[in-house]
């Protein structure tokens, strides 16, 4: 599993795709009501040229168009997502748009059952009789397999469907602002790959955390304009694809700053605690010290430094035979500015 600790030893890159990131604007548009709703929840806000762009794209969409998107890339299925995003990390040669396109109309139908198998059922099925009984034997709520069911039965038409949306949105949408995605696009994956390298740890504190990586496998990492905040990741045969919205590390801060937060006020609320730090703030004490000033056990002095522990707020400093422990107060005043910024806005 890659963590942290791990990270310099796998072999990752980052990759700016294009084929992906027509993808990522098409979902982006399908949900735009739903993302809005979704980001202002977590008091973040969409970039004003971003969702300038998608408010004008949606605009311009007929009322078929926009009723075929939502069939497609609704929120709550994405089918039509995850499809293509298969495809494109699945064949390693689809670096545009066009490449594509091309390839999804070469292959056929089947492609379309037997990514659905593997997404949602983690096999494929010798006939689609196994394969949809399988779906009504799943824990899908109702709603999705109906959803399922329906691309599977009609697999052919889906196929053909998926290729006049994809060939619309292209002449229509994306191509005209093609050059301007990927120079934006060019630098974000820049400043990613130079936070990386300069920093690999605090790297994926900022925008790795929650993902489940699989052991030992290449990772590529396509910094995406029109995820924003979101991350979604997908494991292939030969590597493990994670699709990062370029602000990503701006949600890790941001539920990280409620956690640190909640955290630190459970520590303050407590008087032996706060006392231990009002007393650490002054100079460094051994454990028996502290338990003496606070008129408690030694072991329990222990419980209560793991709970600063958490925070990284102690630290131990050895003098001769004895270990001190010590206020960590720059992590102290970093953590209350924090708290002030989530708080107050300040």
């Given at each position: 599993m890659?963590?942290?600790?791990s990270?310099?030893s796998?072999?990752?890159k980052?990759?700016?795709n294009?084929?992906l ?13 739903e ?6 929840k ?5 970039k004003e ?7 004008d794209?949606?605009d311009?969409l007929?009322?078929?168009?926009n009723s075929e998107?939502?069939?497609f890339f ?5 089918l039509?997502?995850?499809?293509i995003f ?7 040669d689809i670096v ?6 091309k390839?999804i109309?070469?292959s ?5 059952i ?12 010798d006939?689609i009789?196994d ?6 034997k799943s824990?899908l ?9 329906d ?6 038409e889906?196929?053909?469907r998926?290729?006049?949306i ?6 229509e949408v994306?191509e005209p602002?093609?050059d301007d995605?990927l ?8 400043r990613m790959e ?8 605090k790297?994926?504190?900022n925008?790795?955390?929650g993902?489940n ?5 290449p ?8 995820k924003?905040?979101w991350?979604?990741?997908l494991?292939?045969?030969?590597r493990?694809?994670v699709?990062?919205?370029i602000?990503s ?6 539920n990280?700053?409620?956690?640190n ?10 008087k ?13 004490y051994?454990v028996?010290e502290?338990a003496?000033?606070?008129?408690i056990?030694?072991p ?6 793991s709970?600063l522990?958490k ?5 131990l ?5 004895r270990?001190y422990?010590l206020l960590n ?5 970093e953590l209350?500015?924090s708290s002030n910024?989530l708080?107050?806005?300040?």
């Open positions: 890659l963590n942290r600790k990270i310099q796998i072999d990752i980052f990759l700016s294009p084929a990131e027509f993808i990522n604007i098409i979902f982006s548009v399908s949900n735009l009501d993302l809005i709703k979704n980001t202002k977590i008091n973040f806000e969409i040229e971003i969702l300038e762009t998608l408010e794209v949606k311009e007929s009322r078929f168009m998107l939502n069939n609704n929120i709550k299925f994405d039509g997502y995850k499809l298969k495809y494109i990390i699945d064949d390693t545009s748009v066009k490449s594509l396109i390839n109309k070469k056929n139908s089947d492609y379309v037997e990514t659905i198998s593997v997404l949602y059922l983690k096999k494929t099925y006939s009789d394969l949809m009984a399988a779906v009504e824990s709520d109702s709603k999705t397999k109906e959803y399922i069911i691309f599977i039965i009609n697999s052919d889906i196929h053909e998926l290729i006049k994809l060939n619309y949105f292209y002449k994306y602002m093609q995605i120079y934006i696009l060019g630098m974000e994956k820049k130079d936070d990386f390298y300069y920093e690999p740890a790297f994926f504190d925008y790795l955390t993902i990586f699989i052991a030992k496998k990772v590529r990492i396509h910094p995406s304009l029109f924003q905040i991350k979604d990741s494991d292939t045969k030969y493990f694809w699709n990062l919205g602000d590390n701006k949600l890790n801060n941001a990280l700053k409620k956690k937060t909640l955290q630190l006020y459970k520590i303050l609320s407590d032996t605690r706060l006392d231990m730090i009002l007393l650490l703030s002054e100079k460094p051994f028996n502290l003496e000033k606070l008129g056990s030694s329990a002095v222990s419980h209560h430094i709970y522990n925070l990284n707020l102690v630290a400093q050895k003098d001769e035979h270990y422990y107060k720059d992590r102290l005043d209350l500015k910024e708080l107050l806005g300040v």
